[in-house]
């Protein structure tokens, strides 16, 4: 508590900054990374990329609710702000913004093994994990053991080994019985990019890049951000959450390919 305390107080304000930085932590800039990932830089590893994440958000998830541990402004309420606890989700340890931020980036850095790409993930996971601490919503041990399963995951996204991610994906959900609705999304995302064929080749030129990108980031998004058109009960269910994640998943992974077939020709 005493680091929380001394992050907090020394590296706190403008507290608005450090929000904006654990806000790369959010599902929206992790929907965008992969897709762009996927369609643009390397279609051949996105599965591998899907399978790691979506197994790591299990494991995250089923740690959390296992363990059952608080969090600093659980135990002082003066750490942290209302918008900063605002972005705080269940139990404490592990940190799910250090590791899913790790297993992403990371697991993109060791697939693309470029410098620039090393540089940019570690700059981007050292600071979102830093937030998490000077926001006074995680313990220095949370964000540790985030980071520690982060980068194993982020391994995990270098092969492609759907069966032990599948095992694995069900052991870590057995733990995930309190939560439904977290028990749905991980398994719908695992099980759309297990679906996913990825059989398209990246587009050439910075105009049909620039083309797919977008447009491909419409569609996906007025997928994720539609289902607020859907009863709030039901979209809060455990099976809303599911198909809301399942069909943005495919969207991105079937839909999109098919769309801007012209400029995402199969691979042969």
């Given at each position: 508590m005493?680091?929380v ?10 507290e ?7 806000s ?6 992790f929907?965008?990374v992969?897709?762009?990932y996927?369609w ?11 399978v790691a994440?979506?197994?790591s958000?299990?494991?995250n ?7 059952d541990?608080?969090?600093p ?5 003066s750490?942290a702000?209302r ?15 250090a ?13 693309l ?11 981007l996971?050292?600071?979102v994990?830093?937030?998490r601490?000077?926001?006074?919503v ?7 053991v985030g980071?520690l399963?982060g980068?194993?995951f982020a ?16 052991t ?20 759309a990019?297990?679906?996913s ?10 105009a049909s890049?620039?083309l797919?990108?977008?447009g ?15 009863p709030?009960e ?15 998943v495919?969207t991105?992974?079937?839909?999109v ?8 020709p199969t691979?042969?």
């Open positions: 005493n680091i305390k001394t992050l907090h107080d020394t590296l706190g304000g403008p608005s900054i450090w929000l904006l930085i654990t790369l932590g959010r599902d929206e800039v929907i965008i992969i897709a762009l996927a643009l830089v390397n279609p051949r590893g996105a599965r591998a990329l899907g994440f979506a197994t958000y299990l494991a998830t089923g740690l959390k609710f296992a363990l541990l608080p969090r402004f659980h135990l002082d309420p750490v702000g918008a900063a606890q605002a972005t705080a989700g269940g139990p404490g340890l592990p940190s799910g913004h590791q899913m931020t790790a297993t992403l980036w990371l697991g993109m850095a060791a697939t093994q470029r410098r620039g790409v090393w540089a940019l993930a570690i700059a996971v050292v600071l994990s830093l937030s601490l000077v926001l006074g995680h313990f220095p041990s949370d964000v540790v980071l399963l980068a194993a391994w995990v996204a270098t092969r492609d080994v759907p069966r032990l991610t599948w095992v694995g994906a069900f870590f959900a057995l733990a995930l019985l309190p939560s439904l609705a977290a028990l749905a999304v991980g398994l719908s995302i695992l099980g990019f297990l679906m064929r990825f059989e398209y080749a990246a587009p050439r030129g910075a890049r620039l797919v990108g977008l491909g980031l419409l569609l996906v998004f007025a997928v994720y951000f539609g289902f607020r058109v859907v709030e039901l979209r809060h269910s455990g099976a809303g959450t599911a198909i809301r994640h399942f069909l943005t495919l991105a992974t079937e839909l390919p098919l769309v801007f077939r012209r400029w995402m691979r042969a």
